[in-house]
């Protein structure tokens, strides 16, 4: 069994009815995954989130064993 990491959207304060989760191999491509995510389906901008916003999201990355 290897581990993984995963993110799922409904988890984040206030995007309750996104369906979106995604899983990795890695924290670093979840990150990536969640910034594309935001922009296509939420039409926000990652790089204006700010330093507490990226460590709320961080809380909501799940090590998950795969």
Do not use: F
């Amino acid at each position: 069994m290897s581990s993984a990491y995963s993110y799922a959207c409904r988890d984040c304060e206030g995007m309750e009815a996104c369906p979106a989760s995604v899983v990795a191999e890695t924290e670093a491509e979840v990150w990536k995954l969640i910034e594309l995510h935001a922009q296509v389906a939420h039409k926000e901008n990652p790089a204006d989130w700010d330093q507490s916003t990226k460590d709320y999201i961080g809380t909501l990355i799940k090590s998950v064993s795969v």
